[in-house]
T-cell receptor
Framework: QKEVEQNSGPLSVPEGAIASLNCTYSDRGSQSFFWYRQYSGKSPELIMFIYSNGDKEDGRFTAQLNKASQYVSLLIRDSQPSDSATYLCAVNTKPTGANSKLTFGKGITLSVRP | GAGVSQTPSNKVTEKGKYVELRCDPISGHTALYWYRQSLGQGPEFLIYFQGTGAADDSGLPNDRFFAVRPEGSVSTLKIQRTERGDSAVYLC????????????FGPGTRLTVL
């Protein structure tokens, strides 16, 4: 089993819809969780991070974390064609503020249809 | 301010040759990471520097790969006797000490081994 799994893709939604991107992880000691967006041919760009169980909202984006289920998701409301990209889930097993590597999933490709 | 920069942006080499990839982190960032991303996959951790020392090199695939950061700023990833399987995008990221865990990625170096 891979450490970080993103299996639900590719995803296509119409403009204005909610896009739901899911990620599971295997290490129960994981402490912090990140969503990166990567446009084709570009480097990853941080969208959000979350440390605590529950929801964290930032504009049209909401990250959801459930440590008991080892599950983290990203919701994109009012999806726009400019949101079309690959979304990478990343996990850090160290406490916040402690340097450590990120373990990435393979990414989910989102396409928003005009 | 300036972000993470990487040179060259593209490198084409022949099997068996030696290559050096350079990363210039965000000014003042003490932590520097190297990742490798193959097509259709998420970034894969290679090595992490805290200051001048390699704090974690567990991701280096074999002894052909080596990285240095002699003055705690610029880092160079060195690959000896390149193989076709080394072809990938090599990403560098940096983060400041303490505070949030955010790693900021550079644009990457696309390495092609013929």
């Amino acid at each position: 089993q891979k450490e970080v799994e993103q299996n639900s893709g590719p995803l296509s939604v119409p403009e204005g819809a909610i896009a739901s991107l899911n990620c599971t992880y295997s290490d129960r000691g994981s402490q912090s969780f990140f969503w990166y967006r990567q446009y084709s041919g570009k480097s990853p760009e941080l969208i959000m991070f979350i440390y605590s169980n529950g929801d964290k909202e930032d504009g049209r984006f909401t990250a959801q974390l459930n440590k008991a289920s080892q599950y983290v998701s990203l919701l994109i409301r009012d999806s726009q064609p400019s949101d079309s990209a690959t979304y990478l889930c990343a996990v850090n097993t160290k406490p916040t503020g402690a340097n450590s590597k990120l373990t990435f999933g393979k990414g989910i490709t989102l396409s928003v249809r005009p | 301010g300036a972000g993470v920069s990487q040179t060259p942006s593209n490198k084409v080499t022949e099997k068996g040759k030696y290559v050096e990839l350079r990363c210039d982190p965000i000014s003042g960032h003490t932590a520097l990471y190297w990742y490798r991303q193959s097509l259709g996959q998420g970034p894969e951790f290679l090595i992490y520097f805290q200051g001048t020392g390699a704090a974690d090199d567990s991701g280096l695939p074999n002894d052909r790969f080596f990285a240095v950061r002699p003055e705690g700023s610029v880092s160079t990833l060195k690959i000896q006797r390149t193989e076709r399987g080394d072809s990938a995008v090599y990403l560098c990221a940096s983060r400041s000490s303490g505070g949030a865990d955010t790693q900021y990625f550079g644009p990457g170096t696309r390495l092609t081994v013929l």
